[in-house]
């Protein structure tokens, strides 16, 4: 996963994009990669847990964006 599902909405990119990027390592693993720490990677385990609220919540947002999206163009998304 990068970044793109993030820059479609404005209130994400002021609240993450800016800060990480998650990449999947495996169907199963994923890596934060904090952008104001030199790009250091890190599992997201590591997330603090104001850090994880927000990436939760980004990523929550952007599923909800695209399912809307789908929706709109008649596209059945997540059952």
Request: glycine share 6%.
């Amino acid at each position: 996963m990068d970044n793109s599902y993030f820059r479609d909405c404005p209130i994400i990119q002021n609240l993450v994009v800016f800060r990480y990027a998650l990449r999947a390592v495996d169907l199963k693993d994923m890596v934060v990669i904090d952008l104001w720490n030199a790009g250091e990677q890190r599992p997201v385990e590591t997330l603090s847990g104001g850090e994880s609220f927000l990436v939760s919540l980004s990523l929550a947002l952007a599923l909800l964006r695209t399912k809307l999206r789908a929706l709109k163009a008649g596209i059945i998304v997540f059952g």
